[in-house]
T-cell receptor, first 111, second 113 residues
Framework: RKEVEQDPGPFNVPEGATVAFNCTYS??????FFWYRQDCRKEPKLLMS???SGNEDGRFTAQLNRASQYISLLIRDSKLSDSATYLC????????????FGTGTLLAVQP | DAGVIQSPRHEVTEMGQEVTLRCKPI?????LFWYRQTMMRGLELLIY????????DSGMPEDRFSAKMPNASFSTLKIQPSEPRDSAVYFC???????????FGAGTRLSVL
């Protein structure tokens, strides 16, 4: 089983739509979680951290379900500029204390 | 700050040649990471340093790969000899502490013919 599983997409949505991405992770000892964003042919950049109680940053909402080892990202009112690959990133717990990057979900927002 | 600086941005070489990738982390960051990204395998951690000391090199594919960090402002990743399957984008990232939030360089796109 992969350490991090994401639907690769692409998710093709119109501007203004709401879209949600899901991710599952295998290491139950993971304590920290993040979403990174990667534009085409660019480097990954931190989008937001994911807290146990869920957190919101403008149009973006992240949720964590530890029991199911599941992380989600919701984007409301999609913009063209949101088009990118979204990487789910748990921090490995226990002996593996490093970021584990998922292969990402591609979002394409259409005009 | 200029961010993490990697060089070269692009490298095309022939199989068997030595390749050296360079990275200058953000000043004051004490952790440095080397990643490789391919379509098939995504972003894989190769090695990371904490205070210039290699902490985990379990992701280094084989003996052909080596990495050094002689001081806090410079690191190299060397491949010798290079093979076509090494073709990928290599990213360097630095972190101010703990590694939770990592700042990536623009990457080096390596093509081995």
């Amino acid at each position: 089983r992969k350490e991090v599983e994401q639907d690769p997409g692409p998710f093709n949505v119109p501007e203004g739509a709401t879209v949600a991405f899901n991710c599952t992770y295998s290491n139950s000892a993971s304590q920290s979680f993040f979403w990174y964003r990667q534009d085409c042919r660019k480097e990954p950049k931190l989008l937001m951290s994911v807290y146990s109680s869920g957190n919101e940053d403008g149009r973006f909402t992240a949720q964590l379900n530890r029991a199911s080892q599941y992380i989600s990202l919701l984007i409301r009112d999609s913009k063209l500029s949101d088009s990118a690959t979204y990487l789910c990133v748990p921090r490995g717990g226990g002996a593996t204390n490093k970021l584990i990057f998922g292969t990402g979900t591609l979002l394409a927002v259409q005009p | 700050d200029a961010g993490v600086i990697q060089s070269p941005r692009h490298e095309v070489t022939e199989m068997g040649q030595e390749v050296t990738l360079r990275c200058k982390p953000i000043s004051g960051h004490n952790s440095l990471f080397w990643y490789r990204q391919t379509m098939m395998r995504g972003l894989e951690l190769l090695i990371y340093f904490n205070n210039n000391v290699p902490i985990d090199d379990s992701g280094m594919p084989e003996d052909r790969f080596s990495a050094k960090m002689p001081n806090a402002s410079f690191s190299t990743l060397k491949i010798q000899p290079s093979e076509p399957r090494d073709s990928a984008v290599y990213f360097c990232a630095s972190s101010p502490g703990g590694g939770n939030i990592q700042y990536f360089g623009a990457g080096t796109r390596l093509s081995v013919l």
